[in-house]
């Protein structure tokens, strides 16, 4: 229930979601289908990205943005870093028509 309360109550006005999650679907598949299903029946972008260094492409799979745009978002977000941080904003932004698309992530020193 509390799921529902967050997508009803917060996610409501929102373009675009970003979900970073460590583990893959098997760790919250109820909330990971609620976001999703919630931003089908809005027509917002979803965008489920892991939180480990790994690609995961059944978790990437559950978004609605497309692969490359999951996959531009989970780099910025694996690299890391304020400026990467800054990039994936502008980057969602970008998806929701509000701006030029920025540059790559920029790598950072592991």
Request: aromatic share 8%; with cysteine.
């Amino acid at each position: 229930a509390s799921v529902e309360l967050y997508v009803e109550r917060t996610l409501a006005q929102a373009t675009i979601v970003l979900l970073r999650m460590l583990g893959g679907i098997s760790y919250w598949p109820h909330g990971v289908e609620s976001l999703r299903s919630d931003a089908i029946a809005r027509g917002a972008q979803f965008a489920c990205i892991p939180g480990e260094m790994d690609w995961n492409a059944e978790l990437a799979a559950r978004g609605t943005c497309d692969a490359e745009a999951t996959h531009a978002l989970w780099r910025y977000c694996s690299e890391g870093g304020v400026e990467n941080a800054t990039l994936a904003l502008r980057y969602a932004a970008h998806l929701i028509g509000q701006g030029e698309k920025p540059p790559a992530a920029r790598p950072m020193p592991s």
